[in-house]
């Protein structure tokens, strides 16, 4: 009878790499990416056990690691949309780490070295968002990252003898989980809420908050949600450095669940992922490098700060040699100028982890119209340049 895997779950976020990476060995680690999203109609009927299957068999799984992940597959449903595993023998008992994430991403698998493409994908290609949603009842501030909302913070605004507001402490939600405010924090007799104007204190230590997640890097960009007047009043409040980072806003009631929040600031997260990859891209093409050999060089100089990838990398072919040296086109003879030995034929998407380590490059995936205008008017990479 096999030993159960022992299994460490994680939640994909920016601690992830570092964390996971040290703890998986070098070789013989199998890799899979499943889309589990019970939803999801390409999961009915059994699908999802026949697919799972095919991608063990194209890697040569061993027996015990691929029966771990069959037997798993109920288990991820129940908690997530893509689940990201990795596997591995040690001493006859089967080690697994889990990541889980609500994002969309694509399925694959590897036996081998681990491979962490998938999740450099998802942390490089999402941006950090606040979402700060005010009315004169309600401010709070709401993280959402690789498809998932989390709140941070809430202040009520109501009418006391010593406060003007009281601060709720926020559990730890599951995403899209969270109650409205009013089921969440029940009260025997009702408050009567003041203008949130009033001596400014409110929307004061709101910003006091803001500013703090921004000094520490908690968001890039920050989305405006709540009554018309209630978004006027923050915005007076915002210093320079937070007005350069706002990214739109939506109209929404200030005690709405998760769900109702992800749904009301979907159309402006869309519009301002267009716009932060459109302004990435002009960069790139007006002050940047782009082209295959010219933006090889460059990164393999140190002097790109952001690399553009067109998807996830795979669909671009490169040669490398011996030394880690990297090539846009086949070197004349298939002889490496660098180390005079041979070159070997890869797509970018395996080399990606070697550039990154050695040249310090953050990678920017880019999906849809944006990929398709790296791809015809840059020849599908580009480079933001640090100097």
């Given at each position: 009878m096999?030993?159960?895997?022992?299994?460490?779950?994680?939640?994909?976020?920016?601690a992830?790499?570092?964390?996971?990476e040290?703890?998986?060995?070098a070789?013989?680690?199998?890799s899979?990416v499943?889309d589990?999203?019970p939803?999801?109609a390409?999961?009915?009927d059994?699908?999802?056990?026949i697919?799972?299957?095919h991608?063990?068999?194209a890697?040569?799984?061993?027996?015990?690691?691929?029966?771990?992940?069959?037997?798993?597959l109920?288990d991820a449903?129940?908690r997530?949309r893509?689940r990201l595993?990795?596997l591995?023998?040690?001493h006859?008992h089967v080690?697994?780490?889990t990541v889980?994430?609500q994002l969309?991403?694509d399925e694959?698998s590897?036996y081998?070295t681990?491979?962490l493409?998938?999740?450099h994908?998802?942390l490089?290609?999402?941006?950090?968002?606040?979402?700060?949603?005010?009315?004169?009842?309600?401010?709070?501030?709401l993280?959402v990252?690789?498809?998932?909302?989390?709140?941070l913070?809430?202040?009520?605004?109501?009418l006391?003898t010593?406060d003007?507001?009281?601060?709720?402490?926020v559990?730890?939600?599951?995403?899209?989980s969270l109650?409205?405010v009013?089921?969440?924090?029940?009260?025997?007799?009702?408050?009567?809420?003041?203008s949130?104007?009033?001596?400014g204190?409110?929307?004061?230590a709101?910003?006091a908050q803001?500013?703090?997640?921004?000094?520490v890097?908690a968001?890039e960009?920050?989305?405006?949600g709540?009554?018309?007047l209630?978004?006027?009043?923050?915005?007076?409040?915002?210093?320079?450095?937070?007005?350069?980072?706002?990214a739109?806003?939506?109209?929404?009631?200030?005690?709405?669940t998760a769900?109702?929040?992800?749904?009301a600031?979907?159309?402006?997260?869309?519009?301002?992922?267009d716009?932060?990859?459109?302004?990435v891209?002009?960069e790139?093409?007006?002050?940047?490098?782009?082209?295959g050999?010219?933006t090889?060089e460059?990164v393999q100089?140190?002097?790109?700060?952001?690399?553009?990838v067109?998807g996830?990398?795979?669909?671009?072919?490169v040669?490398?040699?011996?030394?880690?040296?990297?090539?846009?086109q086949?070197p004349?003879?298939?002889v490496?100028p660098?180390?005079?030995?041979?070159?070997?034929?890869?797509?970018?998407?395996?080399?990606?982890?070697?550039l990154?380590e050695?040249?310090g490059?953050?990678?920017?995936?880019?999906?849809?119209?944006r990929?398709q205008?790296?791809?015809?008017?840059?020849g599908?990479?580009?480079?933001?340049?640090?100097y």
């Amino acid at each position: 009878m096999p030993t159960p895997p022992t299994t460490h779950h994680a939640q994909l976020g920016n601690a992830t790499l570092t964390l996971l990476e040290p703890a998986l060995p070098a070789q013989n680690v199998l890799s899979i990416v499943l889309d589990v999203n019970p939803g999801s109609a390409l999961n009915q009927d059994g699908s999802l056990h026949i697919r799972t299957q095919h991608l063990l068999d194209a890697v040569a799984a061993p027996a015990a690691l691929a029966a771990a992940v069959m037997n798993d597959l109920d288990d991820a449903q129940r908690r997530t949309r893509t689940r990201l595993s990795f596997l591995w023998d040690e001493h006859g008992h089967v080690q697994r780490q889990t990541v889980d994430t609500q994002l969309q991403l694509d399925e694959t698998s590897r036996y081998g070295t681990p491979d962490l493409e998938p999740l450099h994908f998802a942390l490089e290609s999402s941006a950090r968002v606040l979402l700060a949603v005010i009315d004169d009842e309600w401010g709070r501030l709401l993280s959402v990252h690789l498809g998932e909302i989390t709140e941070l913070y809430r202040l009520e605004n109501v009418l006391g003898t010593t406060d003007t507001f009281r601060i709720h402490v926020v559990p730890t939600p599951e995403a899209h989980s969270l109650q409205s405010v009013a089921e969440q924090s029940p009260r025997n007799a009702p408050v009567q809420h003041q203008s949130a104007q009033q001596g400014g204190r409110f929307h004061h230590a709101l910003m006091a908050q803001v500013q703090r997640l921004y000094q520490v890097g908690a968001f890039e960009q920050l989305l405006i949600g709540g009554s018309v007047l209630g978004r006027a009043e923050f915005r007076a409040e915002l210093g320079p450095d937070l007005r350069g980072t706002i990214a739109g806003e939506f109209a929404t009631p200030g005690d709405a669940t998760a769900a109702e929040l992800f749904t009301a600031a979907q159309t402006a997260l869309l519009v301002m992922e267009d716009h932060l990859e459109t302004a990435v891209l002009d960069e790139a093409l007006e002050s940047g490098v782009h082209g295959g050999a010219s933006t090889l060089e460059a990164v393999q100089e140190g002097r790109v700060a952001q690399l553009l990838v067109s998807g996830d990398g795979s669909a671009q072919r490169v040669w490398q040699d011996t030394s880690g040296q990297v090539y846009a086109q086949a070197p004349a003879s298939g002889v490496s100028p660098l180390t005079g030995g041979g070159v070997s034929e890869r797509n970018l998407r395996e080399v990606l982890p070697l550039l990154r380590e050695r040249y310090g490059v953050h990678v920017r995936f880019l999906t849809a119209a944006r990929a398709q205008r790296l791809d015809t008017q840059m020849g599908g990479l580009a480079g933001v340049l640090r100097y």
